[in-house]
């Protein structure tokens, strides 16, 4: 049996015909993977399955990923997020590390423009769908533990209390936003943790949106603890909540590049 491989046409135009057709004739395929988008296991023998394939600069790494998560593409990243990336797909990363994001936690991850100093700004504001736990701790509300470590475990990575809205938030070094053909796919952090927030499918952003981000190259990205922001159906409201989130001190945030656009 074949494995069930999507391989798509850019994918097949930078690996080359012969590499495509040993991955679909099962040479150099694997049996199971753990998904490049939700990082759950999947299986090439039971499941359709994208190749999806992470180019930097000087090298690329074949990944994989459930079909029902993302279609097999390309998706252009910087050499040192590659490295970072080839880390999380093979899992090398202890759970626990230090360091690490609250990666088991769900991040609810919205969109918006923001209009700071006359300008429209391109903003994600993140908020968790529940208290975050630092890993290896108790979660928060079991035993013995009832705090939510989400904004203290942001500030240790460099995110500010934001204090005026109406200023852009600081940059925060080797951090960025992965947009890719039109769509979000993850916030990369630096060094060999790979994504810290990764779209379980991409997120389809708007187009105002992306004009905004096509001439900043940049995101304002915000994020506030679980119950803070909630879900704003429209952009004015989602200032309002992120104006309340600012005056009772509990928004952080950092100005990120794109990357791989
Ligand atoms: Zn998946």
Same mark, same amino acid.
């Given at each position: 049996?074949?494995?069930?491989?999507?391989?798509?046409?850019?994918?097949?135009?930078?690996?080359?015909?012969?590499?495509?057709?040993?991955?679909?004739?099962?040479?150099?395929?694997?049996?199971?993977?753990?998904?490049?988008?939700?990082?759950?296991?999947?299986?090439?023998?039971?499941?359709?399955?994208?190749?999806?394939?992470?180019?930097?600069?000087?090298?690329?790494?074949?990944?994989?990923?459930?079909?029902?998560?993302?279609?097999?593409?390309?998706?252009?990243?910087?050499?040192?997020?590659?490295?970072?990336?080839?880390?999380?797909?093979?899992?090398?990363?202890?759970?626990?590390?230090?360091?690490?994001?609250?990666?088991?936690?769900?991040?609810?991850?919205?969109?918006?423009?923001?209009?700071?100093?006359?300008?429209?700004?391109?903003?994600?504001?993140?908020?968790?769908?529940?208290?975050?736990?630092? $890993?290896?701790?108790?979660?928060?509300?079991?035993?013995?533990?009832?705090?939510?470590?989400?904004?203290?475990?942001?500030?240790?990575?460099?995110?500010?209390?934001?204090?005026?809205?109406?200023?852009?938030?600081?940059?925060?070094?080797?951090?960025?936003?992965?947009?890719?053909?039109?769509?979000?796919?993850?916030?990369?952090?630096?060094?060999?943790?790979?994504?810290?927030?990764?779209?379980?499918? $991409?997120?389809?952003?708007?187009?105002?949106?992306?004009?905004?981000?096509?001439?900043?190259?940049?995101?304002?990205?915000?994020?506030?603890?679980?119950?803070?922001?909630?879900?704003? $159906?429209?952009?004015?409201?989602?200032?309002?909540?992120?104006?309340?989130?600012?005056?009772?001190?509990?928004?952080?945030?950092?100005?990120? $590049?794109?990357?791989?656009?």
């Amino acid at each position: 049996m074949p494995p069930m491989l999507d391989v798509s046409d850019e994918v097949r135009a930078e690996i080359g015909d012969e590499e495509a057709a040993r991955l679909l004739a099962g040479d150099s395929a694997p049996g199971t993977y753990d998904c490049t988008s939700c990082r759950t296991p999947g299986d090439t023998s039971t499941e359709r399955t994208s190749t999806v394939l992470f180019v930097g600069e000087e090298t690329a790494v074949l990944a994989f990923a459930h079909a029902t998560c993302i279609p097999s593409q390309v998706v252009p990243v910087s050499e040192e997020q590659l490295q970072g990336a080839v880390e999380s797909i093979s899992g090398s990363q202890a759970p626990g590390a230090a360091g690490a994001a609250p990666r088991q936690a769900v991040l609810g991850i919205t969109c918006g423009l923001i209009l700071i100093k006359d300008q429209v700004c391109p903003a994600l504001v993140i908020e968790p769908t529940g208290p975050i736990a630092r $890993p290896g701790e108790n979660s928060p509300g079991g035993p013995g533990g009832f705090g939510d470590d989400f904004l203290p475990i942001l500030m240790e990575q460099g995110f500010v209390p934001v204090g005026d809205l109406s200023a852009p938030p600081a940059p925060l070094p080797g951090w960025s936003v992965l947009l890719a053909m039109g769509q979000l796919h993850a916030i990369l952090q630096p060094g060999t943790a790979g994504a810290w927030w990764q779209a379980h499918q $991409p997120l389809a952003v708007s187009e105002g949106w992306r004009a905004a981000v096509n001439k900043s190259n940049e995101v304002y990205v915000y994020a506030a603890p679980h119950g803070t922001i909630g879900q704003q $159906p429209r952009e004015d409201l989602l200032r309002e909540a992120l104006e309340r989130a600012c005056g009772r001190g509990v928004l952080v945030a950092a100005t990120m $590049p794109l990357s791989g656009t």
